[in-house]
């Protein structure tokens, strides 16, 4: 009994061995360290939420406008509602810079509007067989009138993400325009309200996108139409 009673109190007097603490898997009696439960992280405070909440509600406002300022020669006036509809009269060539939305862009622009854009649809050779004889010669020709009054704009716009090419006309210009430039515009920007306007060596364009307007209505209410949102 005494033998026992001392060999219990050297037990308690010695140290535990290093790494024995509560975090270390001990081995289970087959010699397979335990399984530990993962610590699970802390959720982030309510204050942090709404931080995030209100600094996302306040970049997707910033992407509804466009303000851009340019040098460049031309005289031109245009409005565009949407792909449906961009008319403009004269012609230019600008180069932009300013806000669209939360980026500051660099943009060169080519405008041709009534009459210029008619002009030159006019004098496009639709076709490449000889145009000097019979039906083909009237063909052509009745071609060439409708397209140069139809077409109601051209616009081609160089930025450091590519070119997009645009060609409006007055009856279905959504259903006429580039292919090209269809597949290489992003759905958002095919919803913009702008008015642009250029006098000899100076001009400016203003608008708002509904596409980025509707994606911060509905990040009021949590839902993230564009997938911009900070996580």
Known sequence: MRKLAVALLIGCLLPCPAGADEGTPREKPGGEPAKTTPRRRPRPSVWS???????NRGEDFLDIWRFQGGLGLGLHADVEATDLLHA?????????????????????????????????????????ADEGR???????SLGRFLVSILRSHEREQTTLRGT???????????????????????????????????????????GI??????????GIFGADV??????
């Open 164 to 206: 997009l090419a645009d060609r409006c006309y007055v009856v279905a210009p959504m259903f006429i325009n580039d292919s090209y430039h269809l597949k290489r515009k992003p759905w958002k920007s095919r919803f913009e309200l702008q008015a642009g306007v250029s006098l000899l060596v100076v001009g400016g364009r203003f």
């Open 49 to 55: 939420e709404m931080g995030l909440y209100f600094k």
């Open 209 to 218: 996108s509904l596409g980025e307007f509707a994606d911060f209505f509905g």
């Open 226 to 231: 564009a997938e911009d949102d900070r996580p």
């Open 88 to 128: 403009s009269v004269g012609a230019s060539r600008m180069n932009y810079r300013g806000p669209v939305g939360r980026e500051m862009l660099h943009v060169r622009e080519t405008q041709l509007g009534i009459p210029v854009a008619n002009y030159f649809a006019a004098n496009t050779r639709l076709v490449t």
């Open 134 to 140: 019979g039906v083909l010669h009237e063909i052509v």
